[in-house]
């Protein structure tokens, strides 16, 4: 079982930058993959960012060359930084953690754009 918490949401303004952790502990050695997802108020939760263990990523169309994914294996965590926010971005992210046959979900946090 991997426990995951996530940091770092808040109140920002359009145009502004915020950076959200996710620190994994438990039954970490099978990791192979971690992410962020979000979901909006009325919409389906979908996918923003994703790193594997070997450093490769991948990015929504939605936010490419807005939000970076980083991973520190050492430290079991996965970071995503957001800059350009826009209003769209609202929503509560998720980290998320994969093993085979198996996802492990953070409990969310809150990010708002809004001025």
């Known amino acids: 079982q991997v426990q995951l918490v996530e940091s770092g949401g808040g109140l920002v303004q359009p145009g502004g930058s915020l950076r959200l952790s996710c620190a994994a502990s438990?039954?970490?050695?099978?990791?192979?993959?971690m992410g962020w997802y979000r979901q909006a108020p009325g919409k389906e939760r979908e996918r923003v960012a994703t790193?594997?263990?070997?450093?490769?990523?991948t990015y929504a169309d939605s936010v490419k060359g807005r939000f970076t994914i980083s991973r520190d294996g050492a430290k079991n965590t996965v970071d995503l930084q957001m800059d350009s926010l826009k209003s769209e971005d609202t929503a509560v992210y998720y980290c998320?953690?994969?093993?085979?046959?198996?996802?492990?979900w953070g409990q969310g946090t809150q990010v708002t754009v809004s001025s």
């Open positions: 998320v953690a994969l093993v085979p046959g198996r996802a492990s």
């Open positions: 790193i594997t263990s070997g450093g490769s990523t």
């Open positions: 438990g039954s970490i050695d099978n990791i192979y993959a």
